[in-house]
């Protein structure tokens, strides 16, 4: 079986996962409407965000896009801001009654700041 990924597969995969050495040329041959829902389908806009910042490949992106993706970081870090009080509050209140408890997926996640 032949599987085709396209090329912005294939970047999104190497931004997220891979390799900490693309250029310019890189960028320029990417479909960005395709690269964000792509992204965005796979629920990887903030991961994309926080990757493309700290591997400096942000200055490779279209302003609109560069700009879209910081505004979505930064609901998502308000969102995550109120999930972790809302961790604390129940937590707490399991403790003190004594309820054993295991916090998994998301709520693990973001209480081990992953």
Do not use: C, H, W
């Not at 609109?64 to 609901?75: A, G, N, S, V």
Request: glycine content about 0%.
């Amino acid at each position: 079986m032949n599987i085709k990924i396209s090329y912005e597969n294939t970047t999104l995969i190497k931004i997220l996962f891979l390799e900490n050495n693309l250029n310019e040329s890189n960028f320029k041959n990417l479909d960005f409407e395709r690269f964000v829902k792509i992204s965005s389908s796979q629920l990887m806009l903030t991961a994309l965000f926080v990757n493309l910042k700290k591997k400096n490949y942000l200055k490779f992106l279209p302003d609109d896009l560069r700009i879209y993706l910081k505004e979505i970081y930064q609901i998502n870090s308000n969102k995550n801001i109120v999930l972790i009080e809302e961790i604390k509050i129940l937590e707490k209140e399991l403790k003190d009654n004594n309820i054993p408890f295991l916090f998994i997926k998301g709520a693990a996640n973001i209480k081990s700041e992953l």
